[in-house]
């Protein structure tokens, strides 16, 4: 029998990391630096970031713990707690 394709790649939402999440009237924005870019930045949610790849669905919000913000990549839902720092990709050590 054929193997199961593999999963969808979710490298990109994995990289980002989350450094914030601010309630400005009706819109929620998350400061998220992407892999790959210089800076943090601001982004809605329902905005997309790293070159599209990857999507702010939605922030949630309990009580007594930190925003868990849910990124999607190719379909594939990834949760982000605040001030998480995402893995390290394998580097030379200096």
Avoid: H, M
């Avoid at 980002?16 to 309630?23: D, I, K, L, T």
């Avoid at 400005?24 to 924005?29: P, S, T, Y």
């Avoid at 702010?56 to 713990?65: A, E, H, T």
């Avoid at 930190?66 to 594939?76: K, Q, W």
């Amino acid at each position: 029998p054929a193997l199961p394709p593999p999963p969808p790649s979710t490298d990109n939402a994995k990289g980002v990391e989350v450094s914030g999440v601010v309630r400005v009237g009706n819109d929620i924005l998350v400061i998220v630096k992407a892999p790959n870019e210089p800076t943090s930045r601001y982004i809605k949610v329902g905005q997309r970031i790293a070159s599209g790849q990857v999507l702010i669905k939605r922030v949630d919000f309990k009580s007594g713990i930190e925003p868990v913000v849910i990124l999607e990549e190719n379909g594939v839902e990834v949760s982000k707690i605040v001030g998480e720092k995402s893995p390290k990709v394998a580097q030379n050590p200096v």
